[in-house]
């Protein structure tokens, strides 16, 4: 079979042709913390993003928390549009977008969540030293 373009190559590779804009990347598993893959929820992160929202104004905030929740995909879907297809995103990795929306957005809820991230990370490693 000969090709007589690119475009020959992508068809017959049933990849997107240059005058056809590829399709959003659409995540669909994470990597854990211990290497395991689990399926993408988006619910953890607006459930993150919603418990910092209440802890800096006291209550939840629906609508701020859907707002930020919305720009995290997004910035994710950006994040991940460089990678290869097949690829997941790390645990760490939503959790420095998730931070990167909030400081662009709400600066004094990006610095609860940072501390609760931190408080959090020294507790993992202490458990870790504890079982060791």
């Not at 994710?76 to 909030?102: C, K, T, W, Y």
């Amino acid at each position: 079979m000969a090709f007589e373009n690119s475009n020959d190559w992508k068809e017959f590779l049933q990849l997107e042709s240059e005058e056809t804009p590829a399709a959003p990347f659409v995540v669909k598993r994470i990597v854990k913390r211990d290497g395991s893959i689990e399926k993408y929820d988006r619910w953890k992160i607006a459930s993150a993003i919603g418990r910092a929202v209440a802890a800096v104004q006291g209550m939840e905030d629906k609508e701020l928390t859907e707002r930020l929740t919305e720009k995290t995909e997004d910035k994710l879907r950006e994040f991940m549009a460089g990678r290869h297809p097949n690829s997941a995103p790390a645990v760490e990795e939503i959790q420095d977008i998730v931070e990167m929306v909030m400081m662009e957005s709400v600066p004094k809820i990006a610095k609860a969540y940072i501390l609760y991230r931190a408080q959090h990370e020294a507790l993992r490693d202490s458990q870790k030293m504890l079982l060791n």
